[in-house]
């Protein structure tokens, strides 16, 4: 049984660069969520998937957007970085209503 | 007031002991409540999750939850050194279009041998 997988599992970017970072769910479900998880704090909420379509949204800037797509694996994509866009980013899949979420390995992402 | 709190700890047990996490929460019609567990470096994993109140065990887990206090805890009995990690609480508020999870800042549990 598949868990969530993600990639890249590490980057590096300069400010004002762009950064798109994907995710699979876990095998039979439907439901995508990212999260933001800088260091020392607990994970921040910034946006949900649902049949390709953005379901809720976090405190987060438009500069971070989504799509998923009709396999239900997903983009994250943050334009014009900044420095405190440097975080783990999480992708947590769940099935439709369901509201257990389980979380994928991450992608670390450094803004220099 | 924060959504959810957790004292950050570092809350230190001895190999052996129950080690109690606690989590308080402001949104009274929060309705499902989970705790991850997060080792250093990694991406948080389920532990457990409760809808009721009172207690639900799973193995050396159990968790608490008081919805008129407002509280929710983890209890881990027989504390292995494999258990230290940050402990993180969250909370859905559920509805109609609740969907996220609301986290706190975590609690990080060292168990010594």
């Known amino acids: 049984d598949a868990g969530v997988t993600q990639s890249p599992t590490h980057l590096i970017k300069t400010r004002g660069q762009q950064v798109t970072l994907r995710c699979s769910p876990k095998?039979?479900?439907?439901?995508v969520s990212w999260y933001q998880q800088a260091l020392g704090q607990g994970p921040q909420f910034i946006f949900q998937?649902?049949?390709?379509?953005?379901?809720q949204r976090g405190n987060f800037p438009d500069r971070f957007s989504g799509h998923q797509f009709p396999n239900y694996s997903s983009e994250l994509n943050v334009n014009a970085l900044l420095l405190g866009d440097s975080a783990l980013y999480l992708c947590a899949s769940s099935l439709v209503d369901a509201e257990t979420q389980y979380f994928g390995p991450g992608t670390r992402l450094l803004v220099l | 007031q924060k959504e959810v709190e957790q004292n950050s700890g570092p809350l230190s047990v001895p190999e052996g002991a129950i080690a109690s996490l606690n989590c308080t929460y402001s949104?009274?019609?929060?309705?499902?409540f989970f705790w991850y567990r997060q080792y250093s470096g990694k991406s948080p994993e389920l532990i457990m999750f409760i809808y009721s109140n009172g207690d639900k065990e799973d193995g050396r887990f159990t968790a608490q939850l008081n919805k008129a206090s407002q509280y929710v805890s983890l209890l881990i009995r027989d504390s292995q050194p494999s258990d230290s990690a940050t402990y993180l609480c969250a909370v859905n508020k559920g509805g109609g279009s609740n969907y996220k999870l609301t986290f706190g800042k975590g609690t990080l549990l060292t168990v010594n041998p």
């Open positions: 095998s039979g479900h439907d439901t």
């Open positions: 998937y649902y049949e390709e379509e953005e379901r």
């Open positions: 949104d009274r019609g929060s309705q499902s």
